[in-house]
């Protein structure tokens, strides 16, 4: 049987819960986790476990993940988005979102490898953003955040792949999730001057909200089948805005590579 054990965070909505049914649709086990527990009450079963979890607590992580047992399956999907421009949001708003963002599944990862390289398998999955393939105007802590997590993903996967453990990222596009509803945190001040780049993001993301074209219950069943057919892609675009945003960014940095080609020569030795 190709049954997996999974630990996936941020489960009481969203992609958390979409995957997590998705898992356990597929005949997986499951430890489901959230920081309110009770928000994710009614996914107890014989084949999930479901643990309070908040990834920013570097000691509650290490708990949570030894209480788990053997793991085979990493899904970091704990996350919500700050919008505002930079200089909008307070410090206390950039730390915490961050942290959560970034730091979060680091901690989450950090505890989970050494079981991972003991049994010399395991799949990373860390759910990233839109944004990190290239930026708006309003999410640049959120959207930087989320570009760390890549990066350190990107390395990660190089450190790990002799070790028989797979690492993905997922890039998920607009998705009717409550993201922009309920995981959507507003800076602490608005300054006039901002509202025609990062507030202008703002209202579009307002009037969008409801009318997402993607849909995480297949976004949860691609990340499934993925996992379970052995399949682990550095980058997995979710949704044709995505695919299309990849191409865009391509062919901007090929635009770029090629205007500053000369100036680039001539500063090597």
Known sequence: MNQKNWLITGCSSGFGRAITEAALAAGQRVIATARDVRSIADLESNACRVLTLDVTDAENVREVTAAAGPLDVIVNNA???LIGAVEECSDEQIRRNVETNFFGPLNVIRAALPGLRAQRSGHI????AAAAISNYAG???YGGAKAALELMSESLRLELAPLGIKVSLVQPGPFRTEFIARGLEKAATQIDDYQASSGKFARFLDSMNGKQPGDPVKAAAAIVKLVLDGEAPLHLPL???VVKKFRDKAAALTREAEKWEGVAATTDF
Request: proline share 0%; charged share 10%.
């Open 239 to 241: 949704g044709k805005y």
């Open 125 to 128: 999955v860390n759910i990233s």
């Open 139 to 141: 999410f640049g802590i």
């Open 79 to 81: 996350g919500y988005g």
